[in-house]
């Protein structure tokens, strides 16, 4: 809630309630352990910008890539800090255009990927019709984005199923890296660990919903992971899957 005024701060609390605040709290602890001070950070998919907000008061320095324009001026508008950078784009295999499936109802739900929304409108039949309109977004691959802003020390990509793409844009493996999984799409999951990027010095964790604690005491190697993943069982449950190195974890 960093750039809003204190009566606006004390309306979001009460309007939030104390589990939110809660839950927020436990996520920034949860980032401080996991990331030093005054770290570059990528924020793919970085919707009204609660992560880059999150990110930003622990100290990061935080690149915000979001395609919806109605998110972006939420951020620019709730957001002051100079430590956030706005890309109105999304990240993907190439640079150039793509299509988004835009969600007006559910600003969180919209998608590049039809196989996803697809997969999702199954597992329920309230978001047939979530998806009403496309726009043409520019996309941009995440090196190009290392060339520009430098190796950010954490990538964090929440993309509603295209985490496929934007990994495919990705040559050089920072030191911590998080993409959001969902069960109803786990074939999906299991070829994003199998991306040329993660190489032979990747370890892996996962946390269940909005991330604030790991589900494993210890980082595993990728067979481990996909072992317990098929464990949880098929429906509408997501997470965050984390890859770090051996060296940093």
């Known amino acids: ?3 809003l005024g204190g009566p606006a701060r ?9 589990k939110k605040t809660a839950l927020l ?6 980032y ?12 793919i998919g970085a919707n009204v910008g609660q992560y880059a907000a999150l990110l930003s008061n622990l100290g990061c320095r935080v690149v915000a890539v979001e395609p919806n324009g109605d998110c972006i001026r939420h951020i620019q508008l709730s957001y002051s800090s100079s430590k956030i950078e706005i890309l109105q784009a999304v990240a993907g295999p190439r640079n150039g255009l793509a299509t988004l499936n ?6 969180d739900l919209s998608s590049l990927s039809s196989e996803w929304i697809t997969a999702i409108q199954k597992e329920h039949c309230s978001y047939v019709g979530l998806w009403r309109r496309q726009v043409t977004v520019p996309m941009v691959t995440l090196d190009t ?7 950010p020390y954490f990538i964090k990509i929440d993309v509603e199923g295209f985490e496929e793409g934007v990994l495919d844009g990705l040559s050089v493996q920072p030191g911590l890296l998080s993409f959001e999984f969902n069960t109803a799409f786990l074939d999906a999951t299991m070829r994003c660990l199998e991306k040329p990027v993660f190489g032979g010095d ?3 964790n996962f946390a269940m919903g909005d991330p604030n604690a790991f589900e494993m005491p210890n980082w595993v190697e990728e067979a481990r992971l996909k072992e317990i993943l098929t464990r949880i069982g098929s429906g509408d449950r997501h997470g965050d899957i984390f890859v770090g190195l051996r060296s940093t974890t």
């Not at 004390?10 to 104390?18: K, N, W």
């Not at 835009?102 to 600003?107: A, P, T, W």
């Not at 984005?145 to 190796?151: I, L």
């Open 145 to 151: 984005m290392v060339e520009r802003y430098g190796v």
């Open 10 to 18: 004390l309306l979001y609390r009460a309007t939030a309630g104390r």
């Open 202 to 204: 990747s370890v892996f």
């Open 102 to 107: 835009l969600s007006d109802e559910r600003d």
């Open 25 to 30: 709290q436990s996520m920034s602890l949860f």
């Open 32 to 43: 401080a352990e996991l990331l030093p001070h005054e770290s570059l950070v990528f924020d």
């Open 1 to 3: 809630i960093t750039g």
